[in-house]
């Protein structure tokens, strides 16, 4: 898509994650949201791919109520643009337990401590919350762990 519509910016975020299997780690990459991407564009042309998608029967849907292609809010936009920073990868938060608190020191996730839902030490994962078009999503991303000094 990106070749045929060159002003037209695709944005696909992902997430780095490690897994376990047969006792090596494994490096992979994820869809941030599965079954969403987001699409940066003037209107008009948003509503041309719409169209040329709809022509080529492309399994490909913009979100849409009453048939008009709902856009994320700008606050949405901004989390997301934080979390991939400059590529298109949410890469790993570094994470510290102190006493009963916990922080984030380091990585896309500093300073949203706000929609973490939970941590997971032994899986290094952070459980993020995120509304995207009005619905909440729970999101697993990688983090590392230091111990306190």
Not at 34 to 61: N, P
Not at 100 to 127: A, H, M, N, Q, W
């Amino acid at each position: 898509l990106q070749h045929l519509f060159r002003d037209i910016r695709f944005i696909f975020p992902k997430r780095r994650l490690s897994w376990r299997k047969k006792g090596a780690i494994l490096d992979v990459i994820k869809p941030l949201f599965r079954g969403y991407f987001f699409v940066s564009a003037e209107y008009k042309r948003i509503k041309e791919l719409d169209d040329w998608m709809r022509d080529k029967k492309l399994d490909i849907w913009f979100v849409k109520i009453n048939k008009l292609i709902i856009p994320i809010t700008n606050q949405e936009l901004q989390l997301i643009k934080q979390l991939i920073g400059d590529g298109d990868i949410v890469e790993r938060s570094e994470i510290i337990k102190l006493g009963e608190k916990t922080k984030i020191v380091s990585g896309p996730l500093v300073g949203f401590e706000g929609i973490v839902d939970k941590y997971s030490k032994r899986d290094c994962r952070v459980t993020i919350k995120v509304t995207v078009n009005g619905e909440e999503k729970r999101v697993e991303l990688e983090g590392m762990w230091l111990e306190a000094k």
